[in-house]
């Protein structure tokens, strides 16, 4: 399993930026997808995830600006941010559970192979 994010940057408040994360090694459009996220000094948090049937789900802080999807013909993970605030400020990593393709990870106990991350950077 290879994951390479992509798309990072320094935007400003209420901007938008769109992460990708190129899978190699499983199908993605086969397997529950996570993206989370990180601060210095702070475990990995939570921030959607998407099931092999499609269902999203978001963290609360979240929900109505971040969305969650695939192109299956690239097997890549998007994230498409909008509304952006200084609080998203971290480095996003995308993720599959190391309980199996079927599991939805939440907790970073669960998360499996990922990437080197890509730094979101909002100012205020």
């Known amino acids: 399993v290879y994951l390479v994010e992509s798309g990072g940057g320094l935007v400003q408040f209420g901007g938008s930026l769109r992460l990708s994360c190129a899978a190699s090694?499983?199908?993605?459009?086969?397997?529950?997808l996570t993206w989370a996220r990180q601060v210095p000094g702070k475990g990995l948090e939570w921030v959607s995830s998407k099931d092999s049937d499609g269902r999203t789900y978001y963290t609360d802080s979240v929900k109505g600006r971040f969305t969650i999807s695939t192109d299956n013909a690239k097997n890549t993970i998007y994230l498409q941010m909008t509304s952006l605030r200084p609080e998203d400020t971290a480095k996003y990593y995308c993720?599959?559970?190391?309980?199996?393709?079927?599991?939805?990870?939440?907790?970073?106990?669960?998360?499996?192979?990922r990437g080197q991350g890509t730094q979101v950077t909002v100012s205020s």
């Open positions: 090694g499983f199908t993605v459009s086969d397997s529950a």
């Open positions: 993720t599959i559970s190391k309980r199996g393709n079927w599991h939805i990870a939440t907790r970073e106990a669960d998360y499996g192979p």
